[in-house]
């Protein structure tokens, strides 16, 4: 199955990936609705965002139950899955990880039972910073969390869940104000929907309107597809809460946007608005500017599909060189559980992409692609375009060089394997064997988004991060599986009246048996 867009450039290479897309996160409040169909709709809208994993959680009033399994959201959910999820209210999750490895436990939502008899279930898109100083409040406050669960949503849902004497309101407004990073959450306990977003809105989230109900999804293709018109942004800083009374808005933080500037070059849907932009019609812009900064003698101009479409008819269209085919794709490739073999492997990319030699051959094509992050795509590409007969090939980049790691959402190589790190851009064509190769400006690729380069979040192309790091290089996408070693010495050194960690026969019911069906593997009901 391919992914949720079909794109395929930055996914080539499958023992070498590159940037790795943020997670999809939806809900839907809507009674008289088919709030999991809604939700599934809505998370394969999504796929594009992660693939690693799914899950929902339901609710229809009396209690919530999960489900979630490894795999895209075709493989995790069939027609009497779905139709087992009764309620009137859901949230959903797509995800790559970016905090904790990739494994069932991991999977979200996440969910948890409070001692007041309530159930919060929670999805997450983006990466908090401060995730070694929460798992350390998580064991002082003697909350328990399963020990194969390293990431930073559980400890958040642990969090909103070990305040019994609060509403999750009050608890949300009392713990999100203490969160550092990026994130967009989605969550809810029995009869509420919740969403909030950090203060700088580094990752999206927009709120939706159907006739019997609200939505709130990552992208505003996710709310196409379901029927439910745009409302606006959830704004930086604020909690919404949606339930039989009606919408509430709170402020827990002052907002401060910095909007990723990397959703209109890659991450996003090319159908998605953010920000009152259209995705797609930005990045024709961003390939008009291109064309502009780079010009080249060519015959053709080509994509890498899918990503850098729009980019190249930007360029073709400015350049007045013929837009073309070059590369076709295998639309049935996309993410598989069998390894390819090590002769399919030495092939490459031929597995997704293949060169249209008549269209290629004798002459001097121009490539257009999103990003450079390792360089192992455009090797192969540009190897494949020469051995098809391309007389020259010119790489044209829709964003500047990537020279920096995120730590707020988006698993890009560490900086030693960043191509660009290092290397000048003399270095790079070399490196990927170009005959020439210009990558769009930092003041193009923003002038493009129509947002003022003050509310964006550039910090992967110049290095300056909004939300401050960590000391003492506590942070990356493994962080808790080494933190939680500390935490437990530093607990266990505490004297005997300190906070009881908790015993898995400590855990409420619901959580109770999640715990136990995850030793099987598969997928699991709560």
Not at 346 to 374: A, F, M, T, W, Y
Not at 388 to 409: K, Q, T
Request: charged share 20%; hydrophobic share 40%.
């Amino acid at each position: 199955m391919p992914r949720g867009d079909g794109r395929l450039s930055q996914d080539l290479d499958p023992q070498r990936p590159g940037p790795q897309d943020a997670c999809g996160v939806f809900g839907v409040w809507g009674p008289g609705e088919e709030v999991a169909k809604l939700t599934y709709f809505g998370l394969y809208a999504l796929q594009h965002r992660g693939q690693e994993a799914a899950g929902i959680a339901v609710s229809d009033g009396s209690g919530v139950v999960v489900y979630k399994d490894l795999g895209l959201v075709a493989q995790v959910f069939d027609e009497p899955t779905l139709a087992s999820l009764r309620g009137h209210l859901a949230i959903g999750h797509t995800r790559y990880s970016t905090t904790g490895g990739s494994t069932w436990e991991n999977a979200q939502p996440t969910i948890r039972a409070t001692s007041a008899g309530t159930t919060i279930a929670l999805a997450h898109n983006g990466n908090l910073v401060n995730t070694a100083d929460l798992a350390r409040e998580v064991s002082e406050r003697g909350l328990s969390t399963d020990p194969a669960t390293t990431s930073d949503t559980a400890l958040v849902t642990a969090l909103l869940a070990g305040r019994p004497d609060m509403s999750v309101e009050a608890a949300a407004l009392e713990v999100l104000p203490t969160l550092q990073g990026a994130f967009s959450f989605v969550f809810m306990d029995e009869t509420t929907l919740y969403a909030a977003r950090d203060a700088y809105g580094v990752r999206p989230l927009v709120l939706g309107r159907m006739e019997r109900g609200w939505v709130v999804a990552s992208e505003t293709a996710a709310l196409d597809i379901v029927g439910a018109s745009v409302v606006r942004e959830i704004e930086p800083g604020e909690l919404i809460a949606i339930d039989e009374d009606g919408l509430r808005s709170f402020r827990f933080a002052v907002p401060e946007p910095k909007g990723c500037l990397f959703e209109y070059v890659y991450i996003a849907r090319p159908d998605t608005t953010i920000a009152g932009r259209n995705v797609h019609a930005a990045r024709v812009q961003i390939g008009r500017q291109l064309a502009k900064e780079h010009p080249v003698e060519a015959d053709m101009v080509i994509p890498v599909p899918e990503s850098g479409t729009p980019a190249a008819i930007g360029y073709a269209a400015e350049s007045g060189i013929t837009y073309g085919s070059g590369l076709v794709k295998n639309a049935y490739v996309g993410r598989t559980f069998i390894q390819p073999s090590q002769t399919l492997r030495q092939l490459g990319i031929r597995l997704k992409l293949n060169p249209l030699r008549e269209n290629i051959r004798g002459k001097r094509i121009v490539v257009v692609d999103d990003s450079i992050v390792r360089g192992n795509t455009q090797r192969a590409i540009i190897r494949m375009l020469r051995e098809a007969g391309a007389l020259e090939v010119h790489v044209r980049i829709s964003s500047p060089p990537v020279n920096w790691p995120c730590f707020y959402g988006i698993d890009f190589a560490t900086r030693a394997e960043l191509l660009a790190n290092g290397l000048d851009n003399e270095g790079i064509r070399r490196s990927i064997g170009a005959d020439s190769l210009g990558y769009v400006s930092l003041g193009g690729l923003v002038a493009a988004t129509e947002q003022p380069k003050t509310r964006l979040c550039r910090a992967c192309f110049d290095g300056e991060y909004p939300i401050p790091l960590p000391a003492g290089n506590l942070i990356g996408k493994h962080v808790l599986e080494g933190v939680a070693r500390r935490v437990d010495a530093e607990a266990e050194q505490r004297s005997d009246g300190g906070a009881d960690r908790g015993k898995p026969g400590d855990l409420p019911l619901v959580v109770q048996r999640m715990a136990a069906s995850s030793n099987g593997g598969g997928t699991h009901h709560s």
